[in-house]
């Protein structure tokens, strides 16, 4: 889709320059694809699926420790819940780069 386009080719920018990244709840990314936007697997974590309950815990991890965390909520995550989540998130962790949340429409 052209939102997961977007995430990999901004997540591909911050991977070129040696950042890390990371997708949270996100199942349908072609790898092939990825690596062709430049996106560097060797620094990719992939947390393909998250218990509802464990979301935050799991968010909050990589983006304590990654440049771009690109996240798709479970159903059972609300998109306000999502947003609230991430904004709490990026007050904890102020330092962080980019977070790209991926919301069905």
Do not use: H, N, Q, Y
Not at 39 to 60: E, Q
């Amino acid at each position: 889709s052209g939102s997961t386009s977007l995430a990999l080719a901004v997540s591909a920018g911050s991977s070129r320059a040696g950042g890390w990244v990371g997708f949270v709840g996100v199942e349908s990314v072609g790898w092939r694809a990825a690596a062709e936007f430049g996106l560097d697997l060797s620094r990719t974590a992939v947390v393909p699926d998250v218990p509802t309950g464990k979301w935050s815990t799991v968010c909050a991890a990589l983006l304590d420790a990654l440049d771009v965390v690109v996240v798709a909520p479970s159903p059972m995550v609300r998109a306000t819940a999502a947003a609230m989540r991430i904004g709490t998130l990026r007050r904890v962790v102020p330092f962080i780069k980019s977070v790209i949340v991926l919301l069905p429409f």
